[in-house]
């Protein structure tokens, strides 16, 4: 009995064991260009094209993530100074949303430029992934940080 | 009490189990026990057979990495995803 528990035992680490391997290889690997490569089979060529839209996006990015930052910290200062809603609270409230809305815009047509770059029977499906992020953006950023 | 010993020593028969009656009765109750073990060692007896063992361990092996690959796939999705959304880099307070 003891020999056949452990042959059971010894399929199940050796199964465990794979899927630790690759899912590390993998992992280690993968950057976000990477996996778009990889999941929308792009050639040589478009691959080049989207790192470059990327790193042009990506500089943009970071500016409007400054932005956002200090947007809020400004509207964090605001509401904790008072106790009622004054003007320079209203002001910060629609800056920040409008500042978001900015974002969102920006965000939709670097995707629009990607799907443009990727294989015309793909780009349906690059959509529906990227979407959640144009459609419920705080909800993404939030569940990415978890 | 010795004459008697004898004489009761010969009367005494031992009953000694006819030899194919016997083996019959060995045989269906292996038969028996066979039969009243559970599945799971029942499945375990037949796994251990070399060849389903290591069919197994090839099975699981590839499972495991298809499952490994599926996983790290989806954080390449996570990572893009986060990769692209300003909102996902603004620090949390």
Excluded at chain 1, 39 to 58: D, G, M, P, T
Excluded at chain 2, 10 to 28: D, I, L, M, N, Q
Aim: glycine letters at 4%.
């Amino acid at each position: 009995m003891k020999k056949r528990l452990g042959v059971l035992t010894a399929v199940i680490a050796s199964g465990l064991a794979a899927a630790i391997v690759v899912f590390f290889l993998a992992q280690n690997r993968s950057t976000p260009m990477s996996w778009l490569r990889a999941e929308f089979s792009l050639n040589e060529q478009q691959a080049r094209k989207v790192e470059e839209i990327h790193a042009e996006y990506e500089a943009d990015c970071a500016l409007m993530c400054a932005r956002i930052a200090q947007t809020d910290e400004r509207l964090a200062k605001l509401i904790c100074s008072s106790q009622t809603i004054t003007p320079e609270i209203q002001e910060a409230i629609v800056e920040s949303d409008r500042l978001r809305s900015e974002c969102r815009t920006k965000m939709l047509e670097h995707f629009y430029r990607i799907a443009g770059e990727l294989p015309a029977q793909r780009q349906r499906e690059y959509l529906t992934v990227v979407l959640p992020s144009v459609l419920h953006p705080g909800e993404m950023a939030q569940s990415h940080l978890r | 009490m010795k004459d008697d010993l004898d004489s009761l020593l010969k009367t005494w028969k031992p009953e000694v189990p006819e030899p194919v009656a016997f083996k019959r009765h060995v045989w269906s109750r292996i038969e028996r026990r066979r039969f009243a073990t559970g599945w799971p060692e029942r499945f375990l007896a037949w796994l251990t057979r070399p060849q389903i063992a290591s069919l197994a361990a090839a099975l699981s092996v590839l499972g495991g990495a298809w499952i490994g690959s599926a996983a790290a796939a989806r954080n390449g999705q996570v990572a893009y995803l986060h990769a692209v959304n300003p909102y996902a880099q603004v620090p949390l307070k």
